[in-house]
Nanobody, 116 residues
Framework: QAQLAESGGGLAQAGGSLRLSCTLS????????MGWWRQAIGKERELVAD???????EYGDSVKGRFTISRGNDKNTVYLQMNGLKPEDTGVYYC??????????WGQGTRITVSS
């Protein structure tokens, strides 16, 4: 059974940095896109960053210039380097992976809290 294991969440001060990791296991299906969505209290869920198997990247407008997404050489691990954190980055971050031919695997979510 496919599983996404996330790590790296926690507390940070405004202006600080955190690095999230997410590793997929339990499937032999090829993975196209991986990325992160986040959910903050009282806000709609939003895309943080997405990266394709060909390293085409998309960022949410609110994180452009501050966050960097990358994939490991095995293509089953995705990283999110978060710099210049702001209190509005607080929320639960969910990793996902899109297997071929269709579908989406989700991680359990990791909480980020940024204090001002």
């Amino acid at each position: 059974q496919a599983q996404l294991a996330e790590s790296g969440g926690g507390l940070a001060q405004a202006g600080g940095s955190l690095r999230l990791s997410c590793t997929l296991s339990g499937t032999r299906r090829s993975i196209t896109n991986m990325g992160w969505w986040r959910q903050a209290i009282g806000k709609e869920r939003e895309l943080v960053a997405d990266i394709s198997s060909g390293d085409i990247i998309e960022y949410g407008d609110s994180v452009k210039g501050r966050f960097t997404i990358s994939r490991g050489n095995d293509k089953n691990t995705v990283y999110l380097q978060m710099n210049g954190l702001k209190p509005e980055d607080t929320g639960v971050y969910y990793c996902y992976a899109d297997p071929q031919p269709r579908g989406r695997y989700w991680g359990q979510g990791t909480r980020i809290t940024v204090s001002s």
